[in-house]
Nanobody, 123 residues
């Protein structure tokens, strides 16, 4: 069992930066791939980025490539999402998740969820 708590969200102007953190508890953290999802009102939750359990492989949706970086520190049981050049379209509730990716990171499937942290980007 993994429990996840996000932090680092906030209100920024377009072009600004934020770094989201996710602290995990549970003895099996390092066995999971990790991902960040986001959801805006009226839209489906979407996978933004994912990282393999060993940290050697990453995935990003096209709209954030070159702007977002996902990383993890298994010794600290933490995963991060560094976001730069933020756009209003990045606004949403961001969730970290632990899961599996049997068919590649683009097929990441969450099995444990955090409660979310709000990111709001103003124009």
């Amino acid at each position: 069992q993994v429990q996840l708590v996000e932090s680092g969200g906030g209100l920024v102007q377009a072009g600004g930066s934020l770094r989201l953190s996710c602290a995990a508890s549970g003895r099996t953290f390092s066995r999971f791939a990790m991902g960040w999802f986001r959801q805006a009102p009226g839209k489906e939750r979407e996978l933004v980025a994912a990282i393999s359990w060993g940290g050697h492989n990453t995935y990003y949706i096209d709209s954030v490539k070159g702007r977002f970086t996902i990383s993890r520190d298994n010794a600290k049981s933490a995963v991060y999402l560094q976001m730069i050049s933020l756009e209003p379209e990045d606004t949403g509730l961001y969730y970290c998740a632990a899961g599996t990716n049997p068919d590649g990171l683009e097929r990441f499937s969450a099995v444990h969820w955090g409660q979310g942290t709000q990111v709001t980007v103003s124009s």
